[in-house]
């Protein structure tokens, strides 16, 4: 378990690093070619993408916690049932949003300030990105499946994939001259080949995952109610604060403010797709952990543990990689935007989204404990509340102040959110006080992040003048990131999280050198007399 969740981790990384490296190096590629309107108009289909994700109706949390729960009791019977559940309310969903879908696309041009000759376009255009949206969203039946085994490497794999062919082939597309419609036909053939490679390995560990032989308990559809809609609730609460904003600038203000405020947040939004990604294998660990709590007191100290280390590595990994990110902002949003977008009125929104993007990825682990233990009612008012007061705040804001109006909408409640509401109550429920919590969690990390910046300062005058601008910010960031990363893990881990990390490390490199010594040692001669 222990290998599965390390690979998880570096797997998850690293198809965040390669996901938003290709979608970073494609925004210049995307203004230069499309223009402002047409590239905010990709953001806006972007964005009714990621919207039919959150329609799951509560049930991707709910299945990967009853999952991991019913192993971590050793119960395959409720096991095989709430296999079969999934897969029958994942396909029923995944229907619906089609349908539903499909009747709103002759609506969909009018509620924006699209010309009239884009309208067609935008029609075509909403459809293919749907089927785009369909399939995933029944794809993730399988991935909780992957996810309950901690083998959701497969997923970052598959997602991998999806990516090198939705922006590697679309890319080609779009600059020979099919447009937006070729680009999103190629990430529609990378969302094919994506279920293709996740649903093969998912088959592997669960051989009947394509049609579960279980049958069909609706008193375990009813036990489960009560996870979903606190679930439900909670993807409620994240439409409204996080996805709706693009929707009320594309209704309050012109179609060019779009770009603008989602090339920033999604610029840093790449830094908490990778704590979020690398979190993935911590939430049925959790789930396990306090599925067994009633019977081992230890679990909970292992979960007190897991959250206060998991606390302080997301810390870390936000910290420094918001600190690259603004170090070159200037350099890296003149080459990204293409010159398109003026960088003076995108400060006002960087200003305030850098603590938006800090305190969702601190407040992750916070959120994963609170649901698998049983909070998930407080979770669902918490996240109502705090949503609710975002679309408030960003619909009261946008007209006197625009883009940077809504950015603060979304920073006020959702950093009292997550660090008055969801890490305060998870301390509380774990009996970590405050002063442990900053000791353990940030201290270390803000020293360490202030020996980046320093070497980052040194570095600057030194490479910079040698080299192209973006070769230099590589190489700075890298020497940075190894830096701190090494300071990171000799300072704040454990001894057993020291040899297990270097064990697992040197065993690929061992297997290797017995594989070789075997090549070279003489074969052993019978000589019969």
């Given at each position: 378990?222990?290998?599965?969740?390390?690979?998880?981790i570096?797997?998850?990384?690293?198809?965040?690093?390669?996901?938003?490296?290709l979608n970073?190096?494609?925004l210049?590629i995307?203004?230069?070619?499309l223009?402002?309107?047409?590239?905010?108009?990709?953001?806006?289909?972007?964005?009714?993408?990621?919207l039919?994700l959150?329609?799951?109706?509560?049930?991707?949390?709910?299945?990967?916690?009853?999952?991991?729960?019913a192993q971590?009791?050793?119960?395959?019977?409720?096991?095989?049932?709430?296999?079969?559940?999934?897969?029958?309310?994942?396909?029923?969903i995944?229907?619906?949003v089609?349908?539903?879908?499909?009747?709103?696309?002759?609506?969909?041009?009018?509620?924006?300030?699209?010309?009239?000759?884009?309208?067609?376009l935008a029609?075509?255009?909403?459809?293919?990105?749907?089927l785009?949206?369909v399939?995933?969203l029944y794809?993730?039946?399988?991935?909780?499946?992957?996810?309950?085994?901690c083998?959701n490497?497969?997923?970052?794999?598959?997602?991998?994939?999806?990516h090198?062919?939705?922006?590697?082939?679309g890319?080609?597309?779009?600059?020979?001259?099919y447009?937006?419609p070729?680009?999103?036909?190629?990430?529609?053939a990378?969302?094919?080949v994506?279920?293709?490679i996740?649903?093969s390995?998912?088959l592997?560990?669960e051989p009947?995952?394509?049609?579960?032989?279980?049958?069909f308990?609706?008193?375990?559809?009813?036990?489960?109610?009560?996870?979903?809609?606190h679930a439900?609730?909670?993807?409620?609460?994240?439409?409204?604060?996080?996805?709706?904003?693009?929707?009320v600038i594309a209704?309050?203000?012109?179609l060019?403010?779009?770009?603008a405020?989602e090339?920033?947040?999604?610029?840093?939004g790449s830094?908490?797709?990778?704590?979020?990604?690398t979190?993935?294998?911590i939430?049925?660990?959790?789930?396990r952990?306090m599925?067994?709590?009633?019977?081992?007191?230890?679990?909970?100290?292992?979960?007190?543990?897991?959250?206060?280390?998991?606390?302080?590595?997301?810390?870390?990994?936000?910290?420094?990689?918001?600190?690259?990110?603004?170090?070159?902002?200037?350099e890296?949003?003149?080459?990204?935007?293409?010159?398109r977008?003026?960088?003076?009125?995108?400060?006002?929104i960087l200003?305030l989204?850098?603590?938006?993007?800090?305190?969702?990825?601190?407040?992750?682990?916070?959120?994963?404990?609170?649901?698998?233990?049983?909070?998930?009612?407080?979770?669902?008012?918490?996240?109502?509340?705090?949503s609710?007061?975002n679309?408030?705040?960003?619909l009261?804001l946008v007209?006197?102040?625009?883009i940077a109006?809504?950015a603060?909408?979304?920073?006020?409640p959702?950093?009292?959110?997550?660090?008055?509401?969801l890490?305060?109550t998870?301390c509380?429920e774990?009996?970590?006080?405050l002063?442990?919590y900053?000791?353990?969690?940030?201290?270390k990390?803000?020293?360490?992040?202030?020996?980046?910046?320093?070497?980052i300062?040194?570095?600057?005058?030194?490479?910079?003048?040698?080299?192209?601008?973006?070769i230099?910010?590589?190489?700075i960031?890298?020497?940075v990131?190894?830096?701190?990363?090494?300071?990171?893990?000799?300072?704040?881990?454990?001894?057993?999280?020291?040899?297990?990390?270097?064990?697992?490390?040197?065993?690929p490199?061992?297997?290797?050198?017995?594989?070789f010594?075997?090549?070279?040692?003489?074969k052993k001669?019978s000589?019969?007399?």
């Open positions: 378990m222990g290998k599965r969740l390390l690979f998880s570096i797997t998850g990384a690293g198809s965040v690093f390669f996901k938003h490296g970073i190096l494609l210049p995307l203004i230069h070619t223009g402002v309107d047409l590239f905010s108009l990709y953001m806006i289909l972007i964005g009714v993408q990621e039919t959150l329609l799951d109706m509560g049930f991707t949390d709910a299945v990967v916690k009853q999952l991991a729960s971590g009791k050793n119960d395959w019977i409720e096991y095989a049932e709430i296999k079969k559940i999934g897969h029958v309310l994942f396909s029923a995944s229907l619906g089609l349908v539903f879908g499909t009747v709103l696309i002759p609506f969909f041009p009018h509620w924006f300030h699209l010309a009239p000759e884009l309208h067609s029609q075509m255009a909403l459809a293919i990105i749907l785009e949206g399939i995933t794809l993730t039946h399988y991935k909780a499946l992957l996810l309950s085994h083998l490497h497969w997923s970052n794999v598959g997602d991998t994939a999806f090198l062919i939705g922006i590697g082939i890319v080609g597309l779009l600059v020979s001259g447009g937006l070729g680009l999103l036909l190629a990430r529609l990378g969302a094919v994506r279920a293709g996740i649903m390995q998912t592997k560990v009947d995952a394509f049609w579960p032989k279980s049958p308990n609706w008193g375990r559809v009813r036990e489960m109610s009560r996870l979903t809609f439900m609730m909670v993807n409620f609460s994240i439409i409204v604060s996080h996805k709706i904003d693009t929707f209704f309050f203000l012109p060019s403010a779009v770009g405020y090339i920033v947040f999604r610029f840093l830094a908490l797709q990778v704590c979020i990604k979190c993935d294998s939430f049925p660990l959790f789930a952990m599925a067994s709590s009633e019977s081992k007191a230890s679990e909970r100290e292992k979960a007190r543990h897991l959250f206060l280390r998991i606390s302080c590595f997301n810390n870390f990994v936000i910290s420094i990689l918001l600190l690259v990110i603004l170090s070159f902002y200037s890296l949003f003149g080459f990204f935007s293409a010159g977008i003026p960088l003076e009125t995108t400060l006002p200003l989204a850098v603590p938006v993007i800090w305190s969702s990825a601190m407040q992750i682990p916070a959120c994963y404990f609170l649901y698998t233990a049983n909070r998930q009612r407080y979770l669902s008012v918490s996240s109502l509340l705090a609710f007061a679309l408030a705040l960003s009261i007209k006197p102040f625009g109006g809504v603060a909408g979304t920073l006020i959702q950093f009292i959110q997550h660090q008055f509401s890490i305060y998870a509380v774990l009996k970590i006080g002063k442990e900053i000791t353990v969690v940030y201290m990390v803000f020293f360490i992040t202030g020996v980046g910046f320093v070497t300062q040194w570095l600057k005058p030194l490479v910079f003048p040698e080299s192209h601008p973006l230099s910010i590589v190489i960031a890298s020497l990131s190894g830096l701190t990363s090494l300071i990171w893990f000799t300072w704040t881990a454990s001894r057993q999280e020291k040899s297990f990390f270097v064990l697992n490390l040197l065993r490199f061992e297997a290797l050198k017995v594989r010594e075997s090549k070279l040692s003489p001669v000589i019969s007399s």
